[in-house]
C-alpha cells in the first residue's frame, strides 16, 4: 500500500535514502489568479521536482483533468521527470485540494509499485515549520525510462456508473461539499445540480485537522461507517472534477480496505453536464437545501476550508 509521512520521515528519505524522487502537485481548480509552476518555481522543498497534473490529461477530452490512456506518453513525460519504475516517490503540495493524492492515484492508475508511492502529510508551510529546507528556480533533471502498465481497475467511466445505477454493486461516495451535494450552485457553469443517485455525501475536508493534516485513521474511519458506508464492499469515489475524489482512495488504501475502490475521473463535470438518466429525478423539480435539514444518508460535518 502506498505510504503518509512526516517532516522527519521525508528529511530521511531526502538525505538517506537512494532513488527518491520528491515531487509538488500542487494544483488550483477555481484560483485562477494563481499559478502552480510559479508557486513551486518561487519556492519549493529543497529537491523536489514539479509534477503537472494536466500534463497527462486526455487531450481529446472536453472535460477538466480527464486521464490519458496514452501509455507512450505518459512514459515520456514521467520519463523526462526523471523518474524510473524502480523509483520511490514522495508527493506533497501547497493546494486547498491536497492534489497531491490525486497526483499519487495517477501513479498508480500508470502502475507504479504501491509500496514505493508516498505522500507528506502537511504542506509547504508545515515543512518550514518544522526546519524544512526550501529552495527556488527549476531544478536540473536527467530524463530516464519509465515503462507504463496501465491499471484501469482503478479508474471507473460514466458507462460504469450508469450501468451501476440500475444494477447497484459499488458504493459510490462524492467528495463534494455538503451544499453543492444537497442541490446548491455548482461553481462550473452550465451544470445541473444535486448528486448520483444512492451516493453518499463525504465532503474531503471532514478527513482534515485544521492544520492541513489527515485525522487519524480510525476517527476517518468512524466517520465513514457513521453515515452508512460499508468498507466490506466496493467503493468509487467522486467529486466535482477528479480532483479531490482521489483522497479518499488514498485513504481507503492506509485503512487496509481490501474491497475494490476506485475513483471516477469525469466526476460531477462529466455527470452534471449531461441529461437525466433512467432511474434519475431531476432536483431541480425541488428547492435547493443548503442546511443541515438534508434528508437521506447525507451527514453534516463542519465545512471548513484546509490550506
Known sequence: ?????????????????????????TFYVFEHDKNARQAFLDKHIIGARFFDIDTFCDPHSTLPHMLTQDETLISEKLGALGITNDHRIIFYDNSPY???????????????SLDHLYIFDGNLDSWEKQGGKVELAEPRITPKHYTVHYQRQFVRSLVQIKA??????????????????????????HMRVGHIPGSFSFPFVTMFEASGR????????SQLEGIGVDLRSPIVCTCGSAITAPILDFVLDLLGVSQPHAVYDGSWAEWGATQLYEGETSLQERPVQTSTEVSGNIQEFPLKRVS
Open 1 to 25: 500500500m502506498p505510504w503518509l509521512i512526516n517532516t522527519a520521515q521525508l528529511e530521511k528519505f531526502r538525505k538517506y535514502q537512494k532513488n527518491v524522487v520528491i515531487l509538488d502537485a
Open 98 to 112: 491536497h492534489s497531491s493524492c490525486r497526483a499519487l492515484w495517477m501513479l498508480k492508475v500508470f502502475g507504479h
Open 164 to 189: 451501476n445505477l440500475q444494477q447497484p454493486h459499488e458504493q459510490i461516495i462524492d467528495m463534494r461539499s455538503a451544499v453543492r451535494y444537497a442541490g446548491g450552485a455548482e461553481p462550473r457553469p
Open 214 to 221: 489527515l485525522k487519524p485513521m480510525d476517527k476517518v474511519r
